[in-house]
């Protein structure tokens, strides 16, 4: 499975505690922790694999390999799929 | 010119007539009706509100009179218009004041869009501005008209309307409509307040309108800078707290009490995270106005010091 970011030309906004995130192609505000920021963040540069952008993440929050739970990291994916901001496809590469 | 340069007979003519020009804060609006009572409370009330220049543009053309037809004559009603329109079911004769009180305020929320309009009241005093953001219910126009009339200068009880060129506050000083219970605090509070007459069982409970202090009036073309925002809460009986907010919960609070956040997109986004950014930010419960005032004093006394 590989994520790739679906919102343009976000607006941030880092408050310290949380992430203020303005998605112009809906007009929604959105606020974020920093697990959700930084995974929206890591794709920014492009798609990425799942488990890459999970280690990306757990990079970027200073934390070791593997120390992200992956429910955490899955439910946070999966709410920026909700809100338009990341889709996600079949790894071609892995299913071939 | 004010409305009370205008006799009663002058004034309640005009209303019947072409109407009345009424300039409140950044809008002109001009006021018809036909409906005698009405204009008694109108000319009471808006007695020191200015008449703005004659050839000066009206941002909204409204109106409360008597409906049409046949209706005329079974019930004695009043309509609240708009540029012609009528989006509101009639109310009985008796509530017309409101009635147009709060059809001007639906004016602003739906029409005002090239301002951030913020449901909140705000006051100001030394130049910086305490804005309360809150939903109906919280006694922020209760602590409002009790500021005002503490030093406090009113820039409006239901309106934080924010200029998006530099995210001053623009006044708008119009009656504060006091609801039920509040009406008797503020009579108690403050015996010299100008308040109204009681409007009894409108869809609102039992309403009575202060008259701002003179210098507010005066002095509504004066904007004023942001520099608290304070979400109020009146608990019965409950000791007073003022306690520090995270700027996250307070721009959520913030943008969720906007009446056009959505509309105006990016740039409501950037005013309202630059006017969180820009102020410190408390949560205020309070059962006793004499408690709440000092405190708010003690806080703009601070900065001065």
Same mark, same amino acid.
């Given at each position: ?8 030309? %976000? ?36 798609? %990425? ?48 | ?44 009330? !808006? ?14 053309? /409204? ?27 009639? !109310?009985? +004769? ?5 009635? $147009? ?16 309009? $913020? ?134 609070? /913030? ?26 930010? !408390?949560?205020? +419960? ?9 405190? $708010? ?9």
């Amino acid at each position: 499975m590989i994520l790739m970011a679906a919102g343009r030309g %976000l607006i941030w906004q880092d408050w310290g505690d949380v992430y203020l995130v303005y998605q112009p192609s809906s007009a929604e505000t959105h606020v974020f922790n920093e697990t959700t920021a930084q995974i929206l963040k890591c794709l920014e540069h492009g798609s %990425l694999s799942t488990a890459t952008a999970k280690e990306r993440t757990e990079a970027a929050l200073g934390v070791d390999l593997g120390e992200l739970a992956a429910d955490d990291f899955a439910f946070a994916t999966m709410r920026l799929e909700e809100l338009g901001l990341v889709e996600s496809a079949d790894d071609v590469s892995t299913a071939q | 010119m004010n409305v009370g340069d205008l006799n009663r007979r002058e004034f309640g003519e005009q209303l019947a007539g072409d109407g009345v020009a009424l300039q409140f804060g950044p809008f002109n609006l001009r006021l018809r009706s036909d409906l005698d009572s009405f204009a008694a409370h109108a000319h009471q009330l !808006y007695e020191p509100y200015p008449l703005p220049e004659t050839t000066a543009i009206c941002d909204f053309h /409204v109106q409360i009179c008597a409906p049409r037809g046949l209706r005329r004559w079974l019930r004695r009603q009043a309509c609240f218009g708009v540029d012609g329109q009528f989006p509101f079911a009639p !109310y009985t +004769v008796e509530h017309a004041f409101p009635a $147009l009180e709060w059809g001007i305020n639906w004016c602003v929320a739906t029409r005002a869009h090239h301002l951030l309009l $913020l449901h909140s009241a705000a006051v100001e005093r030394n130049g910086r501005a305490i804005l309360f953001p809150a939903s109906p219910g919280n006694g922020k126009s209760t602590l409002c008209t009790a500021l005002v009339h503490s030093g406090w200068r009113l820039l409006s009880d239901e309106f934080g309307l924010v200029r998006p060129e530099d995210g001053l506050l623009l006044p708008i000083p119009r009656l504060i409509p006091l609801k039920n219970e509040s009406i008797d605090v503020i009579r108690r509070f403050r015996p010299e307040a100008i308040i109204g007459p009681s409007f009894l069982a409108t869809r609102k409970g039992t309403v009575a309108h202060v008259r701002p202090p003179l210098d507010s009036i005066r002095r509504a073309q004066e904007p004023a800078r942001p520099r608290w925002l304070i979400f109020p809460r009146w608990v019965s009986g409950a000791p007073l707290t003022l306690e520090p907010m995270s700027r996250s919960q307070a721009f959520l609070m /913030v943008a969720t009490n906007a009446f056009n956040y959505d509309v105006l997109d990016e740039t409501a986004f950037r005013l309202v995270t630059d006017m969180v950014h820009a102020c410190d930010c !408390y949560s205020l +419960v309070y059962s006793d106005l004499n408690e709440a005032i000092p405190a $708010l004093d003690e806080l703009c006394n601070s900065m001065d010091r």
